[in-house]
């Protein structure tokens, strides 16, 4: 995170926070570490229009639930992600929201998947932990339409079991010992009972955010390219990897890449014979055709981690 000031004009392309954020915003931690709640995260207006924008959207209402899934179809039983199930970038809105949540420090990372969930009163979700092989560790809830109670059950001791109020604008970020030792489940019910008063439920909708870890191992043996979508939206995709490689660095200017270049993928011009020196016509820096492409994709993600650009996303897809 730190390397975020590197190139700080990378970020002013539409990239940082257009919403203003409300002043009354309160983080309260909850009791399980890495739990914490945060208290009209965005204003009345916001929570409305999303919860507006969410509703010209088409449902699911293939499991008990109405749902919709954005970035990465999740699948419920395979408990894995691969670039089969990618269905495209998120929409805009919730792109937005993702980029802020990061901003604000509340992931470490973009979100790359959203699910939204919707509860009519007396619906409700049972007791996980959301797919530890499909998911990183930071996962965010953002809370629209009705307060409900969250509760929260150690895996080991199921005795021990902490009830959270969630309010509507409200987010809970489980992290750490929350995300992977307590399970989290909304009882199926019509109301709630919280500081000794009975509150009907309305109807929920919830946005989840996550970063998926993608599973390539039904990519072995398929032909593959690269595509990178840089911080301002365009999308880098050449026939040849190594042309993807060296576009995204002519592009983001060859400083800094050779200190990245642990592995010595990267060719100077000066390296090059006269004949490939004429053939190669632009940039100072040339990729060996001969690496992997999960290779070419971390050396990508290390040039983007060293920048201080964490949105810029590298994918590797069948050809
Ligand atoms: O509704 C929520 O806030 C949580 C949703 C959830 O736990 C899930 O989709 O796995």
């Not at 080991?156 to 005795?159: C, F, N, P, T, V």
């Not at 599973?215 to 072995?220: A, E, N, R």
């Given at each position: 995170m730190a390397g975020r000031a590197v190139q700080p004009e990378l970020f002013d392309r539409g990239m940082r926070p257009r919403q203003p954020r409300p002043i009354e915003k309160k983080e309260v931690p909850m009791g399980i570490p890495g739990l914490s709640c945060i208290k009209n995260y965005i204003t009345a207006d916001r929570h409305n229009k999303l919860l507006a924008q969410v509703d010209e959207q088409v449902w699911l209402e293939d499991i008990k639930r109405r749902v919709q899934h954005y970035g990465f179809k999740y699948d419920y039983r395979a408990r894995k992600v691969n670039y089969d199930m990618h269905i495209g970038e998120l929409p805009r809105w919730l792109e937005e929201l993702s980029k802020e949540l990061y901003w604000d420090k509340y992931m470490p990372e973009v979100a790359d998947q959203v699910i939204v969930n919707e509860y009519l009163p007396g619906q409700g979700i049972s007791a996980h932990v959301d797919c530890e092989p499909c998911f990183k560790d930071t996962i965010v809830s953002l809370s629209l339409g009705s307060n409900c109670v969250m509760n929260f059950t150690n895996k080991?001791?199921?005795?021990k079991r902490i009830p959270i109020w969630l309010e509507p604008r409200s987010l809970i970020v489980m992290k750490g010992e929350a995300r992977y030792k307590w399970l989290h489940s909304i009882p199926a019910r019509s109301s709630d009972e919280w500081e000794g008063e009975r509150h009907g439920r309305q109807r929920r909708v919830s946005l989840t955010f996550r970063k998926v870890i993608i599973?390539?191992?039904?990519?072995?043996n398929r032909p593959t390219r690269l595509r990178v979508t840089m911080p301002g939206g365009e999308v880098i995709e050449c026939r040849i990897a190594a042309d993807t490689v060296e576009e995204v660095i002519f592009k983001l200017g060859p400083k800094l890449v050779s200190s990245v270049d642990r592995e010595n993928m990267l060719i100077s011009r000066s390296q090059l014979s006269d004949s490939s020196r004429k053939y190669r016509k632009r940039g100072e820096w040339y990729i060996s055709r001969d690496w992997r492409n999960e290779h070419k994709k971390e050396l990508l993600e290390r040039i983007a981690e060293r920048l201080g650009i964490p949105t810029m996303k590298v994918e590797i897809i069948p050809k």
């Open positions: 080991l001791d199921k005795a599973d390539d191992s039904s990519m072995k």
